[in-house]
């Protein structure tokens, strides 16, 4: 059972460079997310899709899209990357759409660096 | 809206020795709380929860947390802690009512030293 897969592991872009981090999960979840890590700001919440064929913002989605291709699938992309872009991406996937109680399944993340 | 404060960055502490994570949070409606750790260069997985009843909670590895609503803390000990405890702990709460985000703390580093 692989849990919630990432990929890349590892990117370096260039600054204006674009680029999109995939993550698929396999257990069936219906609510996923895009979180961004930076030290000492803990876990900040990029985009969110509640369920299949919604998205919605979180608390820093600036400079970055979003698609939920199909209950697996939930794309994260940026389209002209900056260095304050830097970070380690994590993608994270939760039971059922309203399992408030439920808790997250973390990839291994992606770790990013722009230039 | 919550919010989690995790006033300590970082803990040193010897292997063998007691430990306690601190976690306060801030909420006007009842919440869920969870305590998740992060290993180098890993994703975070979900140490433990309290949801409701009995407000001291158990979770993996010989970690526990106690639930205070009055203190609004939610701090996480272990009696004896191991060298392979060295892992970065995150507090998150979230609403118990609709469709909600999980919020995060900015995280505590456990360094465990022989």
């Known amino acids: 059972n692989a849990g919630v897969t990432q990929t890349p592991k590892f990117q370096v872009l260039k600054t204006g460079q674009s680029m999109t981090l995939q993550c698929a999960q396999d257990?069936?979840?219906?609510?996923m997310y895009w979180y961004r890590q930076d030290p000492g700001m803990g876990l900040r919440l990029i985009y969110y899709?509640?369920?299949?064929?919604?998205?919605d913002k979180g608390e820093v989605p600036n400079g970055y899209n979003v698609s939920r291709l199909n209950k697996r699938e939930f794309s994260l992309r940026l389209e002209s990357a900056a260095p304050s872009q830097t970070s380690v991406y994590f993608c994270?996937?939760?039971?059922?759409?309203?399992?408030?109680?439920?808790?997250?399944?973390f990839g291994n993340g992606t770790r990013l660096t722009v230039t | 809206a919550q919010s989690v404060t995790q006033l300590d960055s970082q803990v040193p502490v010897f292997e063998e020795a007691p430990v306690e994570l601190r976690c306060n949070y801030s909420?006007?409606?009842?919440?869920?709380l969870f305590w998740y750790v992060q290993y180098p260069n890993q994703g975070l997985q979900l140490l433990l929860k309290?949801?409701?009843?009995?407000?001291l909670v158990k979770g993996i590895n010989g970690f526990e947390a106690e639930f205070n609503k009055s203190q609004t803390s939610f701090h996480l000990r272990k009696p004896s802690v191991h060298i392979s405890d060295t892992a970065e702990y995150f507090c998150?709460?979230?609403?118990?009512?609709?469709?909600?985000?999980?919020?995060f703390g900015t995280g505590t580093r456990l360094l465990v030293s022989p």
């Open positions: 994270a996937s939760r039971q059922g759409a309203a399992s408030y109680n439920s808790p997250l399944h």
């Open positions: 257990m069936n979840h219906n609510s």
């Open positions: 899709s509640a369920s299949e064929g919604t998205t």
């Open positions: 909420s006007s409606v009842s919440v869920y």
């Open positions: 309290y949801l409701s009843g009995s407000t």
């Open positions: 998150a709460v979230i609403p118990n009512t609709g469709f909600q985000k999980l919020v």
